[in-house]
Nanobody, 127 residues
């Protein structure tokens, strides 16, 4: 069935750009009506929605991160990406990609609202 897997460097220096890829298998990222999101969890903190790219290609970002965030997709490879620029140690977190049935929002995030999750990947930003 549908599976998601994150990949990218686990260690990033401050001021650099964090780049991650979510590879999707078992289903198309263009299938209605699914939404493909990036979510992170800092150590000891709750889940934080970063942004979403919809099946249509429409993109929404968390307002507090919007200026540093870029989400894109490659439909030929059935994958989508996250770029977070000018990172600081506060960006250290486990980063997840996930599939849901509605657009993300910058409120309380419940894991159960997303049907499929990647395994997550630890990203540490050096100070």
């Amino acid at each position: 069935q549908v599976q998601l897997q994150e990949s990218g460097p686990g260690l990033v220096n401050s001021s650099q750009t964090l780049s991650l890829t979510c590879r999707v298998s078992g289903g198309s990222i263009t299938t209605k009506f699914y939404y493909w999101s990036w979510i992170r969890q800092p150590p000891g903190e709750g889940l934080e929605w970063i942004g979403t790219i919809a099946y249509s290609g429409r993109i929404n970002y968390r307002p507090s991160l919007m200026s540093r965030t870029s989400i894109s997709r490659d439909t030929s490879k059935n994958q989508f990406t996250l770029q977070l620029s000018s990172v600081t140690p506060e960006d250290t977190a486990v980063y997840y990609c996930a599939r849901g049935t509605q657009p993300g929002r910058p409120g309380v995030l419940n894991r159960g609202e997303y049907g499929v999750w990647g395994q997550g990947t630890q990203v540490t930003v050096s100070s």
